[in-house]
């Protein structure tokens, strides 16, 4: 289907409804179905229809001193470059970095451990991106020991809740 032009604004049919497939890409650069991975076209298109609404709902829930997927694949890293390589070993070979590339959509955008990247939070830091929350946080403990099980609901809960909130029901309590 081409494109429509409104506004300005590209839309298109597979971009207009935030499917969960494609919110999880917007999250984390994959999807939860392999084959339901989006083209770099469409998550770029995604993400100026639904980026703002992300990025709000990450900084909401998310850990202190992280970014969803999309914003570094369309914000941070077009602006300021890819967060530097710390782990010594890895400047002899590139062949890690082609296969973390291949998984990314291009991108160094890594989370091994030991880690191979400086953290999200170092290089939010050091291009001065912290909120206001975030640097408060960062001065009382460095957002770095933040950084534990993330406490973001999942897909399916998000899902749940809607599903709950459409029918008019009372929320269900999830277990841990």
Not at 56 to 76: H, L, N, Q, T
Not at 116 to 138: C, P, V
Not at 152 to 163: G, L, N, P
Request: glycine residues 6%.
């Amino acid at each position: 289907m081409p494109p429509l032009k409104r506004k300005g604004l590209i839309r298109r049919a597979d971009v207009i409804n935030l499917t969960l497939d494609l919110r999880r890409t917007l999250d984390y650069g994959s999807p939860m179905f392999w084959d339901a991975r989006p083209d770099l076209e469409t998550l770029q298109l995604a993400w100026k229809v639904h980026g703002e609404t992300v990025l709000r709902e990450w900084m909401a829930e998310e850990s202190p001193g992280s970014r969803p997927f999309g914003w570094w694949a369309f914000v941070g890293i077009p602006r300021h470059g890819e967060r530097r390589v710390i782990a010594e070993w890895t400047r002899a070979t590139h062949d890690w970095q082609k296969a973390a590339r291949e998984d990314c959509y291009g991108l160094l955008h890594t989370h091994y451990y030991p880690p191979l990247q400086e953290s999200e939070a170092e290089y939010l830091r050091r291009h001065n991106l912290l909120t206001a929350r975030e640097r408060k946080l960062d001065a009382e403990t460095p957002l770095e020991e933040l950084d534990g099980p993330r406490q973001r609901r999942t897909w399916w809960e998000r899902e749940m809740a809607e599903d709950d909130r459409q029918a008019g029901r009372p929320p269900r309590q999830l277990s841990d």
